[in-house]
């Protein structure tokens, strides 16, 4: 994209996406915007505060000639992980932070976008256009963990409070399970140089694959009641040594948000308690119990490789939906619901790929130093913003967290 | 007391004293009231709601004929500690109830404050009086608790949060130290049977006493601030075995909230961040520290004993002061400051009296199931309400514990 | 006693005692001896050596004129807690130390004893011999360690080894309980400066007693069955707090060396594995149990002061008994089984006498150092060497330690 | 192989590997061999038991009429992980069983052994055979084990045992460094059905290569001394998160078993305490070192496809070498000592092959539940039996693990 093209399109693109991110606040109260639910999560305040300061700190501080910090210690408070920058703040800590007030984080978001403006307003190298789109997607990937987070706090009370108490919870049939047939191959995987893309997503690179099948859809929660009740739950044999000593003795009995009342299974959603939907894809589970079902089903996860090469040719499904924020019953023909439901487990460990070289400077932290002990995760949720999936993403995760919308498609070797 | 008067009594101060807890979270935001800095210390608004409950569960219920209960899972979220009365929260997770927020809390407090209106509009028995004033004695217990874990989460924050910015630290001059002897002998302790007291002040009993000596008042800041700059914190032969424990693996080196700026030493007030005063008594100490300081010094911590024997006469002191909300330096003749500034630990583990038995009913869990692994703290801090201290009070805390207004006053052996 | 008279009953009684130790451990195979079973226990050969370096350390290197360390890490690894004399290694790792071998041991322990010997053939002072005779009584405290550890070690072995398989169980009939009642008023307590003491027994003091009246004999396992048949472990009512959480996250169910069989109890003994004797005192229980069995039992513990005025007039009969290394049905008049079956548990704190001074000296770690956290256990049990034991005595440990041989005996207020 | 050769065969080897075994633990002392250093590593004892387990659990009792059990307990005693085969001993507590003796276990040994030699001396099944050449493979990765466990606790002994004292030490020079660059391509990698493999090295597979380049030899000692001094273990930016925070915890400042001694640099070998040899190839590094070591460098690990890729057509050199039992400077031609010194980690986690089907049984278990958290580590040691070492074997331990012979080899694409 020429120079021009992209600047102009970052000043059309920049404030609405921020602007997204306090939207998402507008139903919190001051409480809900502060408490951290676990060490993963983050409070929502935070998320907003920093978004903000990775603006500040790799845009505007090198790049705005008098730029005004907004306040001396957000820099320590807001940095979440990046060692060239300097210490900070606890990561367990964060909620303990009910200072500053979310009208106060407000103020410093719009002291930054005031600041971006004006930067946005002027001539930027490629370089710095390149940091800004960053940002934006870091925004956007902030703008579902700050959603997961919520709800991982909600979900903790017995309360049951929403997020919105009104969101409506899609419905319709799920597909009848098939079989999509892929052939093996040479393929090409990773970004191509065109569009954006997350360090770790390069270097585009061929891989060999064998052929293969994916599950035309994702499983369902339906499915899954049907592995609890053949005791998937209570079956060593099924899952891997790592993932029954966590299942035992963290008591996993069924996804993280289910509660049982009665005959039936209900789920905390952002929408509180509601009942759960057999059509629906399940959601919140850890790799380690996405693996136990495909063992229990006589298949396995798909590797991203697989994934990728499949997803590669669906990518006109990504773009005009609305996002539910709930998983919605995946239904038509082929492929379906590939990026717009539950990010999909894979059974790739996330590692370089062949070539891959962390980038210069304090974003050489992005990714690069994760690449160990995490799970890859492909497509994308129903809280993930629509412009920022694609078909090359990679997530990642550790194999026993369950507070993302997590799930999983079935694949076999033929 | 006379029935009627003790109902009268109770009816004119039961408002005041309950409205003081509202009071007292004026100045906090909706996150300020809801997080929980520590396992030890308690939401703001948890001890709102706390104080009501315990209203509600062992004086409403059993006693108002058609009290309807505010909300059927309260009972279950608010409950601290009382096995018989069933199922709650988990201590740890207060914090995590952004729901219900502060204003439902305050509605629940209406609630219960105008069933308890109507209540002791009407004749109570003698048992449901003492339950009320048990009650109030309660509200006031977490009154003092409420400041200790705000003062907790603010002094956690960089940013330095003031309960009140405007708050004036007491000024003055420590009075010199000198002993106060007291005479040996057998005396008595424990409550008379006249004036409110806790199950635990009971049964009133003889003791035998050697003769002793007193300071006249508490240990000042200015001669911690000799002990450290005396390596106190670096010379194991000091300290009990467990409190040289505790201090390596917490890195103990000052009292709880201090910190060092250049040669200055800072502590966290309810104020903000504050110059240490030399003057003013020393707070926010262990059990572990105070015995170390005792022996730096070549003396050591009063019994319970001795420290109620001779503040017995002194009660004189307690009634009309005004709390500061920081300790303030003690001046005057004889012994001074026994009520109104720290609580001072004890040599005394916290153990039933001779003759002590758990009263009957829920209530019996108020005291006696913490009889062990506690130390004594006796006389009240400047957060303590000055109607809810007497001589025959019994503290008590961890040995480790650092998060209350805590210090001591040197005895020893004649 | 004169000194001449002191240095020849050194003398007499040095080696004998000492050999009792290497006898104890001739039972033993080299693993035996080398596994620490939990951080609280230590290995046989441990207690070997560390009894060696005490004699070492305090005695023959400040007092034996050209005597030869043994080994120039041994102080370093055999050092169990002094921090007046060094380094160490770390307590929890003891089991790590398969070199020096036992072998090693014991000739580590000859080259000490015979310096020794040459020591006491020398003139010594008054101060020398004190430190000699308080490493004779450390010897024997760690006699009774040794074998409480080894079973400890043998307790957790599927294959219920024995210290050695033919050692009889006392057999015979517990007295019918009753109450013994002692007269209250000022009593006397500690050591009166006749006869070895620890210094935690000093100085002797004046205490006020209440009438009360203790239990004939210790609580036997018969009892104890009827208070596990009647719910006592699952009663929180009847429990500390502390004591009804340890209980619930370590599962307590039954003494610790008891397990089930059909219908009936057996427990882990040095002889191994034999049949509950429901006659002998209950062994390896907890304060908390303890004190939670007396208040099933509507009475209590009873305190150390209240116990050694009681045992004052019992000494005759601990001397001449030959300890039965298994507690024996306690039967005879009036107070019996003291000193003889299992240490009992007290309602005391173990806190300093008043007028207590930590000794000058490495050796004033001996006890001052752990006067907190623990509760005071009374009498002797029957691995406790008779000559080691004294109404005066105070051992304690933390209330949640259940390897000794510690019961209980009931006490109550007239 | 027909089977009645492949029969022969093992007839032949089978006492000679389970002799060797033995042989290991004659240098031991009982407790040498009871104690277990921490709860990644087993005692000697345990290892010599399990293997015979192995025999009796897999092959005997399914396979040998009238086999009589040796012991009814062993079965829970020395079950290492097989959840089929039943419930077992917590592997953390295996350094409590000071019996069974070892003079017990060896006869356990002799039993098996005679029942082993009565079966081989039948007809046995292809099925058999191939569960007893499964059976000797797993002893002798046993036998690297049981030296590496104990190397872990005599290398925590400040006293510094040997396993041999007179062991020789490998002296020489290591080639100087260089890249042997390899074509790439697709290539075949796993077991091609010939020769002996565990489940986890099928199936044979084909893979896509970029051309690449390994170093001639593994990194040296002295090549890690650079890497310390140019502080390595100080810089964040060349370690992965987990590693950082890991390299902090733990404190971690040079290979696991080197300890310094003014400005030499020491090492337990199983010789003892020697001078670390710069020549020799570094061992007992986590991957997270190896990891941080390649970027320091400047290069990276190789994937376990390029390294099985290159070391193919190397395999003479692993047979007729003696083992060291400690790593040796790696000199010659071209790729050197693949097989010899130390494991190498590669960059690829250890996940199943494309294709790859877990065993039915209770073999199963062996390796596929143990396929997520961990690295894998390809070539072998100097305490790996060298008829135990090939071309296709896939090696594995978690990232952070320390006690193995594991080291490196830098690898980089062209």
């Given at each position: 994209?020429?120079?021009?093209?992209?600047?102009?399109?970052?000043?059309?693109?920049?404030?609405?996406?921020?602007?997204?991110?306090?939207?998402?606040?507008?139903?919190?109260?001051?409480?809900?915007?502060?408490?951290?639910?676990?060490?993963?999560?983050?409070?929502?305040?935070?998320?907003?505060?920093?978004?903000?300061?990775?603006?500040?700190?790799?845009?505007?501080?090198?790049?705005?000639?008098?730029?005004?910090?907004?306040?001396?210690?957000?820099?320590?408070?807001?940095?979440?992980?990046?060692?060239?920058?300097?210490?900070?703040?606890?990561?367990?800590?964060?909620?303990?932070?009910?200072?500053?007030?979310?009208?106060?984080?407000?103020?410093?978001?719009?002291?930054?976008?005031?600041?971006?403006?004006?930067?946005?307003?002027?001539?930027?190298?490629?370089?710095?256009?390149a940091l800004?789109l960053l940002g934006l997607h870091h925004?956007q990937q902030?703008?579902?963990?700050?959603?997961?987070?919520?709800?991982?706090?909600?979900?903790?009370?017995?309360?049951?409070?929403?997020?919105?108490?009104?969101?409506?919870?899609?419905?319709?049939?799920?597909?009848?399970?098939?079989?999509?047939?892929?052939?093996?191959?040479?393929?090409?995987?990773g970004n191509?140089?065109?569009g954006f893309a997350f360090d770790c997503e390069t270097p585009r690179?061929?891989?060999?694959?064998?052929?293969?099948?994916?599950?035309?859809?994702?499983?369902?929660?339906?499915?899954?009641?049907?592995?609890?009740?053949?005791?998937?739950?209570?079956?060593?044999?099924?899952?891997?040594?790592?993932?029954?000593?966590?299942?035992?003795?963290?008591?996993?009995?069924?996804?993280?948000?289910?509660?049982?009342?009665?005959?039936?299974?209900?789920?905390?959603?952002?929408?509180?308690?509601?009942?759960?939907?057999?059509?629906?894809?399940?959601?919140?589970?850890?790799?380690?119990?996405?693996?136990?079902?495909?063992?229990?089903?006589?298949?396995?996860?798909?590797?991203?490789?697989?994934?990728?090469?499949?997803?590669?040719?669906?990518?006109?499904?990504?773009?005009?939906?609305?996002?539910?924020?709930?998983?919605?019953?995946?239904?038509?023909?082929?492929?379906?619901?590939?990026?717009?439901?539950?990010?999909?487990?894979?059974?790739?460990?996330f590692?370089p790929y062949?070539?891959f070289?962390i980038p210069?400077?304090?974003v050489g932290e992005y990714n690069g130093k994760f690449m160990?002990?995490?799970?890859v995760?492909r497509?994308?949720?129903?809280?993930?913003?629509?412009?920022h999936t694609r078909a090359t993403y990679r997530n990642f995760?550790?194999?026993?967290?369950?507070?993302?919308?997590?799930?999983?498609?079935?694949?076999?070797?033929?």
């Amino acid at each position: 994209m020429a120079l021009d093209d992209l600047t102009e399109r970052l000043a059309t693109r920049f404030q609405p996406i921020r602007d997204r991110s306090a939207w998402l606040v507008e139903p919190l109260n001051e409480a809900d915007a502060a408490v951290q639910s676990t060490p993963d999560a983050s409070p929502a305040k935070w998320h907003l505060a920093h978004t903000s300061w990775f603006f500040e700190t790799f845009v505007l501080i090198p790049n705005l000639p008098g730029y005004c910090h907004f306040h001396p210690l957000f820099g320590y408070l807001f940095n979440s992980y990046y060692d060239a920058v300097g210490a900070r703040w606890t990561r367990s800590q964060r909620g303990l932070l009910t200072r500053p007030t979310l009208e106060e984080v407000l103020v410093y978001r719009r002291h930054v976008d005031n600041a971006m403006a004006e930067l946005l307003a002027s001539d930027v190298s490629r370089e710095v256009a390149a940091l800004i789109l960053l940002g934006l997607h870091h925004e956007q990937q902030h703008q579902e963990l700050l959603l997961t987070d919520i709800l991982s706090l909600f979900a903790r009370n017995p309360l049951c409070p929403a997020w919105h108490k009104e969101l409506a919870m899609p419905a319709g049939k799920a597909a009848a399970f098939c079989w999509v047939e892929c052939a093996g191959g040479i393929a090409e995987i990773g970004n191509d140089g065109k569009g954006f893309a997350f360090d770790c997503e390069t270097p585009r690179h061929r891989v060999l694959l064998q052929d293969y099948a994916l599950a035309n859809r994702a499983v369902t929660c339906g499915e899954w009641i049907d592995f609890m009740a053949d005791g998937g739950y209570r079956t060593a044999s099924l899952w891997l040594a790592d993932g029954w000593t966590a299942s035992i003795s963290e008591g996993w009995q069924c996804p993280a948000y289910w509660q049982r009342q009665g005959d039936d299974w209900y789920e905390m959603t952002l929408g509180g308690l509601r009942l759960v939907n057999r059509e629906a894809p399940v959601s919140q589970v850890s790799f380690y119990e996405a693996d136990a079902f495909a063992a229990w089903r006589g298949a396995r996860l798909p590797t991203e490789a697989e994934w990728e090469s499949a997803a590669a040719s669906q990518t006109q499904q990504i773009t005009n939906d609305d996002r539910t924020l709930a998983p919605k019953p995946q239904s038509g023909e082929g492929l379906t619901g590939l990026f717009t439901d539950v990010w999909e487990w894979t059974a790739s460990s996330f590692r370089p790929y062949p070539g891959f070289h962390i980038p210069p400077g304090a974003v050489g932290e992005y990714n690069g130093k994760f690449m160990s002990g995490q799970m890859v995760m492909r497509g994308g949720s129903c809280v993930t913003p629509s412009s920022h999936t694609r078909a090359t993403y990679r997530n990642f995760f550790q194999p026993e967290k369950r507070w993302q919308f997590s799930g999983l498609r079935l694949a076999r070797t033929l």
